[in-house]
């Protein structure tokens, strides 16, 4: 091979190395599809440069030994042609291994920089949209849920409700977490001051075994969940249960409002509630009332995991309402971490003490 094409083929590697370098840089500071090949080429063109340059200049150094020295020795020359071999043997495609080193590392660092995060951009886009999708599907289905629920509702036409004097009613609210003794006292009030007790659990469990409900399986589904079920249905069914006592004038509602859309709702469609009565007690001493309750009682949410649903929902849900009422000045806290009886007496006798206030305030305006 003569010293001119050598020269040229050492040009054109440098070429093509100047183009594989100005096709490194490429967006998010990858390596653009283009640079490989033109990088692998120049590596290449140059070890056969490289490799045609050492030929050569042994040649020269041959011929320059012949001159000198009239024979070479015959093993002198084995070892010569084991050595080109030796040297030959280490190239990969005539390409070096530390080059092909240097071309893998930079595909491998392209694919984490550019190709890597490509893929996962696009995995977060779908994720988001699946997102989307399935919140749409939930906000469908409780807005279904909703109208079904107040076509599903029996006793009472719109304008029988609307005629209704709901206004002149005493409606307590009976608040507190599940297992504080919210039925227990409304019960002995029932027995000793004449009250009506209305629980919106029973109310909805009673209409969740109505023959011909067709909300009976999404009402089960929210009470096994510790799960609010919609507020059109349960005010439907508290309205239901206080037109079916036109002659009662008390009336305790137990177990609602659960979140402060109820209340403003039940405000907006019923009548706002006279008094709050609350009852307080520690987490620990009702997850144990719960579960000694749950062995005789039946009830599908009396289990641990269920309980777990309904303080969680209590908390972050109910107490905004504790806290709005007791701002208005119409919440009567009543600790429940006592012996039945004495809780009850202190929640008898502020009854009868709102009832004596409720009767000089009628006799005034009289």
Known sequence: MTMTM?????SRTRVLGSSAI???SGRRGGVQPRALPLL???LQQQGRARAYSTSSNNSSNNNSNNNNKPKLDQSAMGQSEQGKKNQGRWFIFGIHPFALFAALTLLYSGYNMAIKPTL???DLVRHTEDQVKRMRTVEQAAQAAQTQAAQDLPSFTDAEVARFPFGEKEIIFVLGAPGSGKGTNSARLVDDLGFVHLSAGDLLRAEQMREG?????????YIREG???PHTVTIRLLQNAIMDHPDKQLFLVDGFPRNVEQAREFEKTVCEPRLVLFFDCPEDVLVARLMERGKTSGRADDNKESIKKRFLTYLFATSPVILDYAKKGKLIRIGSNRPVDEVYGETRQRMVE???????????KE
């Open 6 to 10: 050598m020269h040229q083929m050492l």
């Open 22 to 24: 100005g096709a490194i």
């Open 40 to 42: 692998l080429l120049a």
């Open 120 to 122: 996962q951009d696009i």
């Open 213 to 221: 409900s067709q909300y009976g399986r999404k009402i089960a589904h």
């Open 227 to 229: 799960l609010i079920v």
């Open 354 to 364: 709102y009832m004596r206030e409720r009767e000089a305030e009628k006799e005034e």
